[in-house]
């Protein structure tokens, strides 16, 4: 499962700047374990088994759409000068997004884990229990 950073507007690179054209950002398929990427997805969606849906993901993007904007716009600028190179900058848009996907996930509250819950963990923090999850979030530039 990985966000990807959906922009409407695209800047128009000239064919001859050469790089990835794209980066994943959440759990890469083959980069993180399994078990790692199914826990995301129920916590992500919520279950039938009254895990509720939350959109750690899809909030982080979301909340950080105009900074992502404005970091690429920034930065084709800057390919565009030689200063730069496509690759460095899908790179820093991977590192940017996995830290806010990050925060999102030690931010989240609602909806709040159930008082068993709670109970049995030691923490109200909802997708928090061992660090795991929030720790294999990752990234990778497609080309």
């Known amino acids: 499962m990985a966000a990807r950073v959906i922009l409407r507007r695209h800047i128009k690179l000239p064919k001859s700047i050469s790089g990835p054209r794209q980066v994943k950002v959440g759990f890469p398929a083959g980069k993180v374990d399994g078990a790692v990427v199914n826990r995301a997805i129920w916590n992500h969606y919520g279950t039938s088994r009254g895990i509720p849906s939350r959109p ?15 970091a690429m716009k920034t930065a084709g600028a800057k390919i565009l000068r030689g200063e730069a190179t496509l690759d460095q900058t899908m790179r820093k848009l991977g590192i940017l997004a996995q830290g806010d996907i990050q925060q999102e996930i030690t931010d989240l509250r609602d909806p709040p884990n159930a008082p068993a819950t709670i109970k049995a963990k030691g923490s109200s923090n909802p997708l928090i229990d061992t660090g795991e999850m929030r720790s294999k979030v990752t990234w990778e530039v497609k080309r």
Do not use: D, M, Q
């Open 56 to 70: 750690f993901l899809l909030n982080a993007i979301r909340k950080n759409r105009r900074k992502y904007l404005e």
